[in-house]
């Protein structure tokens, strides 16, 4: 018989399946929020309509849900057959009436809720892969989850910001940002630090460090925020934000 609760134990994760169900219900009401018309306006991601960003979200919940299975049969299901299939499937999607439209985001957000409860308690350690070829116990598919509906409930362009998202949320999102900028300037570059001035763990400051409260921060730091707020610990010009994903 499929599982009522959680098949876990491990505390970190129960509270990480709680902040991204959090997450869900949030993008949610932001989302029935918006009339069928509304719909079609501009969401805050240039290019993309608010329709593109509930194909998007209501796909990435298909694309871990995928993960999921595999993690539970050890049968290999990619998040998506290719880079040109996924936004293809997006552009698609975004065509959809307004309820079918509706109904992929909330018939897929349940879907992946069902198979991260139903999932084994041995399993949440197996190994996938994401879309951009990273290989990740699935337990990962949790975070990423969460950072998606958390920030695209913002995009909708619906009233909703950063200063809505939970502390730990953004604080891990910050070591996200900050983790990609090193990665991908290799050893030569030199991306810009990023310091909180509202957490308590920030103790010393980088010669390039950017620095403001958090949820600023992390608004900037991908590419959804101003600059306002924000100022460099040496008085220089505020840098442009490196690209995040």
Not at 7 to 18: F, I, K, Q, R, Y
Request: without cysteine.
């Amino acid at each position: 018989m499929a599982a009522r609760t959680d098949n876990v134990s491990d505390p970190a994760l129960a509270a990480g399946l709680l902040v991204a169900r959090r997450g869900q219900a949030f993008y949610s009401r932001k989302l029935n929020e918006l009339s069928d018309d509304d719909l079609g306006a501009p969401s805050l991601l240039p290019a993309w309509s608010r329709r593109h960003v509930v194909a998007h979200v209501g796909l990435n919940a298909r694309a871990l849900t995928r993960l999921t299975e595999w993690a539970a049969t050890g049968i290999e299901t990619p998040m998506y057959d290719s880079p040109e299939q996924r936004t293809e499937e997006i552009d698609f999607a975004a065509t959809l009436p307004a309820q079918a439209l509706r109904n992929l985001s909330d018939h897929a957000a349940i879907h992946l809720n069902v198979e991260w409860r139903d999932l084994p308690e041995t399993a949440w350690a197996n190994e996938v892969r994401t879309a951009h070829g990273r290989v990740v116990p699935v337990s990962e598919t949790v975070w990423m989850r969460t950072r998606e509906v958390w920030i695209h409930a913002v995009d909708l362009g619906n009233g909703a910001s950063f200063r809505d998202i939970p502390a730990e949320v953004i604080d891990r999102l910050l070591d996200d940002v900050q983790s990609a900028w090193v990665t991908r300037a290799g050893s030569d570059g030199r991306p810009p630090m990023l310091e909180a001035t509202d957490r308590p763990r920030v103790s010393s400051t980088a010669a390039a460090a950017v620095q403001g409260p958090a949820w600023r921060l992390a608004a900037w730091a991908t590419g959804r925020g101003s600059a306002d707020g924000l100022s460099t610990s040496d008085g220089a010009p505020l840098p442009s934000a490196p690209r995040w994903l």
